[in-house]
């Protein structure tokens, strides 16, 4: 069975704070990537990595970095939190090729920054 | 302005209706996917669309891909509590990686 985790579904975090979102998946997927939703405006691309080390920017990667290190794990950063980042967060990973480019969803981490 | 448009944004129907959501481009969809979300949590595949014309079921659930591959509907049959939630589609558009989103379609059931 297919599995994204991610590392908190609820944060509040203060405007300012370093804050670290983190992804895990299981089934040895060479892409991940992260999102952000927000009401009206749908899926939003911030970042997405091909593969260990690799990383390219998405739609809105201002105010954010990412660390793959590990194929497993994709990691996003918001280097000092705003008010504006407050969002729900969403991971996702898929393979490479020989797939459908069926992507694979984490539930989400609903972060608020006061 | 969004590549991938869904119609409407927001739907309240009846328990036992059907009812149908929409998902348009103006450009060609090479890979049509629909997927369902529960409020607050993340997103369930649902079915995934590729040549013209075709049409997928599962359940009370059909998806369809138009012949131009521009434009996808979900219909559900008989509607049921359970299907409440925000409908996402998602597409690769002409050669592109990624995979774009409609901003979504939050369908409400009254019992």
């Known amino acids: 069975d297919v599995k994204v985790t991610q590392s908190s579904r609820y944060l509040v975090k203060r405007t300012g704070e370093k804050v670290f979102l983190e992804c895990v998946q299981d089934m040895d997927h060479e892409n991940m990537f992260w999102y952000r939703q927000d009401p009206g405006l749908g899926l939003r691309l911030i970042y997405f990595?091909?593969?260990?080390?690799?990383?390219e920017k998405g739609d809105i990667p201002e105010g954010y970095s990412v660390s793959r290190e590990k194929k497993e794990r994709f990691s996003l950063i918001l280097e000092s939190a705003s008010t504006n980042q407050t969002s729900m967060y969403l991971c996702a990973s898929r393979r490479a090729a020989g797939g459908n480019y069926e992507q694979y969803f984490g539930p989400g981490t609903r972060l608020t920054v006061t | 302005s969004q590549e991938l448009e869904q119609s409407p944004q927001s739907l309240i129907v009846q328990e036992g209706k059907n009812l149908t959501i929409n998902c348009t481009s103006s450009k060609t969809l090479y890979g049509l996917y629909w997927y369902k979300q529960k409020y607050g949590e993340g997103l369930i595949f649902l079915m995934m669309l590729q040549k013209g014309g075709e049409e997928k079921s599962h359940e009370k659930i059909t998806a369809k891909l138009d012949e131009k591959k521009q434009q996808s509907s979900l219909h559900i049959t008989a509607s049921q509590p359970s299907h409440a939630g925000i409908y996402l589609c998602g597409a690769r558009i002409q050669g592109a990686q990624k995979l774009v989103f409609g901003q979504g379609t939050r369908l409400t059931i009254n019992p």
């Open positions: 990595s091909y593969d260990v080390k690799m990383k």
